[in-house]
């Protein structure tokens, strides 16, 4: 019965939670934000700096990697949880001064000002993705262990 009791927290622990639905949500949008707000000027820039054109595909691959890290956040994978608590506060200042960087270029966009809120908002909620995807990624190895692999 102990056994039984420890199995039912193990699979309540691995079920989605609504912080890590947040975190998902918003690491998703604020990935795809920025990709979006970096894909905006491609080939329009004929004057700019080296660093500006950086920035600029930092951003959009950065961005892409964030809609990525908020799937896997949304699996429950606790290392992309961690990756998205690392990633998402540096794009959310990427995003920022690529926001006063368009608005120095004269072509201040919609999708600029949205993105750094979306960013900033998915860096406060994939830290409280943290706890619950540790508990469910520890729960996982304990079910694959007593041999209830559940493909999750």
């Known amino acids: 019965m102990a056994e039984e009791t420890g199995t039912d927290a193990d699979l ?4 989605l939670t609504g912080p890590v639905r947040l975190a998902a949500a ?3 949008a604020g990935g795809g934000a920025c990709a979006v707000a970096g894909l ?19 951003l959009i691959a950065a961005g892409a990697l964030e809609v990525g890290l908020g ?11 961690i990756g998205a608590a690392i990633l998402a ?3 959310a200042l990427a995003s920022m001064g690529y926001m006063v960087l368009t608005i120095r270029w004269g072509v201040a ?6 993105a750094p809120p979306l960013a900033g908002l998915g860096a406060i909620f994939s830290l409280f993705a943290l706890a619950p995807t540790r ?13 209830l692999e559940l493909g999750l």
């Open 12 to 15: 309540e622990a691995v079920r």
């Open 26 to 28: 918003f690491l998703g």
């Open 40 to 58: 905006q000027f491609v080939g329009m820039l004929r004057s700019a700096e080296a660093w500006e054109y950086a920035l600029q595909y930092g």
């Open 71 to 81: 799937l896997l956040v949304l699996r429950m994978r606790h290392g992309a949880a």
């Open 89 to 91: 506060p540096l794009l």
């Open 109 to 114: 966009t919609c999708i600029a000002f949205v």
């Open 135 to 147: 508990r469910a990624t520890l729960a996982r190895k304990r079910l694959a262990a007593s041999g």
